[in-house]
């Protein structure tokens, strides 16, 4: 168990090693969750994509264009599991 200690303004300052177990890196953002038992459940904040995000993402990566009955066609292949 990690003991931290609160400074008089309030903050707290985790170890290398706890970020590190957490996975958080610096400028990363940190989840806290209250608990009705005066517990708090502490976890690394992880963005949630979204389609904006996602459009385009590999666009200009290859000049292969695919039709619609192509996409198609792998798509039915992988839900048949035929990859």
Do not use: S, Y
């Amino acid at each position: 168990m990690t003991t931290l200690t609160v400074t008089a303004r309030g903050q707290v300052t985790f170890r290398k090693d706890v970020l590190r177990h957490l996975g958080i890196k610096p400028g990363d953002k940190i989840e806290l969750d209250l608990l009705p038992d005066g517990r708090g459940l502490l976890k690394a904040a992880r963005p949630t994509g979204t389609i904006d995000g996602f459009v385009g993402l590999l666009a200009g990566r290859t000049r292969n264009v695919a039709t619609l009955e192509e996409i198609d066609e792998a798509a039915a292949r992988g839900w048949a599991g035929e990859a």
